[in-house]
Structure formats: C-alpha cells, structure tokens
C-alpha cells in the first residue's frame, strides 16, 4: 500500500515576525487544504516580516510553485515576505518558467 503524501504547515509569530514552515509535499495532490484556507491559514498583522521556511519541504511541482507563488504575491500587498531554505526544485521551477528575478526579492532582507 502507497503512503499518502501530505503537506504540514506550522505558524510561529512573535511581535515582529511569523515564520511559516511547510513540510512534506507541495504538489497538485497536496494542495487542497491550503489552497482551501488561504484567506484565513495565516494572518499577520500589518508590517510584520513573515519568513517562509522551506528546509523541510520535500517535493514541489508546478501546481505547489504556483500556489506558492500566489500566496508570496497576495501577502506582499502588507508585509515583507522573506523565503529561507529555499530547496534547488524551486530554484529550478523558477529558472524553467523564468520566474528567478522575480522570485529573488524574496531572498534577500534589504
């Protein structure tokens, strides 16, 4: 019998900062429930960093990239979005779809 892949997700805030680590799959078959509580999963407050920690991400395919992707733009609206442990599938996601400079400005604290 085939485990089912599963996509975790864990929130930590403080006064400045929310650090949101993904762990397991993110991948048209894990999407869903994130996908699903997008609008209500993470809500900083307004000029809070939040940092996503990918260390512990596991596969990722266009679908999770897209997801991911819209999720960094929707929250860029009100906070800074920082990425940290980004996994080479995601660099390489972002260089097939010419996504790199776009995604860099989520890499770097300025």
């Not at 994130?34 to 209500?40: F, G, N, P, T, V």
């Not at 906070?79 to 400079?101: G, H, M, R, V, W």
Request: a negative charge; hydrophobic letters at 40%.
């Amino acid at each position: 019998m085939k485990s089912q892949k599963t996509l975790q997700w864990d929130i930590q805030a403080s006064n400045d900062d929310v650090m949101v680590v993904l762990s397991g799959d993110l991948t048209r078959n894990t999407l869903s429930p994130l996908w699903e509580q997008r609008a209500s999963f993470l809500q900083p407050e307004l000029k809070q960093c939040i940092y996503w920690d990918l260390k512990h991400l596991q596969q990722i395919d266009s679908a999770g990239l897209t997801l991911f992707l819209e999720l960094l733009h929707s929250y860029a609206k009100n906070n800074k979005n920082y990425i940290i442990n980004i996994p080479n599938s995601i660099t390489n996601l972002a260089q097939l779809f010419d996504l790199q400079e776009w995604l860099a400005q989520f890499t770097t604290q300025s």
